[in-house]
């Protein structure tokens, strides 16, 4: 079944300058890429990106994480893989989320670390289910960004202009 992945080079891939080796292995895969952006997660988006989460005792260290907060480059980079099992390619191809028990030929294996105080620096966050990828997808994309029609959405008039939006 086709499906849409969402998957994010978090600050610290960045900061390490591991895009080219990031998007390398994904590239290895039978998905498209069909959407790609550069971005900053305010506080108050990555709050929303880890919602399911907020009851977590992490959770403000990952919302902190996402933000940048804890390496000199705030950018990421979110990406929309499309294809036969997106979602399990993905994260077969990210491994595990904790980087010291991921395979090494996987990207948080091979890029990942934890730090002295415990954070997990895995370089790239991976939707984990369908439902997952729609609610993400939707919260870092609109659906003039993406090259494909990935879920329903409707017209609106902006400045005398049409704009499809999430329905």
Request: glycine share 8%; net charge positive; proline share 5%.
């Amino acid at each position: 079944m086709n499906e849409p992945a969402l998957v994010i080079i978090k600050p610290d891939g960045m900061s390490k300058g591991l895009v080219g080796g990031v998007l390398s292995k994904f590239a290895e895969t039978s998905l498209r890429l069909v959407a790609m952006r550069t971005a900053q997660a305010s506080r108050a988006l990555a709050k929303e990106h880890y919602a399911h989460l907020r009851d977590k005792p992490f959770f403000n260290q990952i919302v902190s994480y996402l933000a940048g907060e804890y390496h000199q480059l705030k950018q990421l980079i979110a990406i929309v893989y499309y294809g036969r099992n997106a979602i399990r390619q993905c994260r077969q191809v990210a491994g595990v989320t904790n980087p010291e028990a991921a395979g090494p030929h996987t990207i948080r294996g091979a890029y990942g670390r934890i730090t002295t105080d415990g954070l997990f620096e895995n370089v790239v966050h991976v939707s984990s289910t369908p439902q997952e990828a729609c609610r993400e997808i939707k919260l870092w994309f609109s659906p003039e960004d993406i090259m494909v029609p990935l879920y329903p959405t409707r017209n609106i008039m902006v400045g005398g202009h049409k704009r499809k939006i999430w329905a």
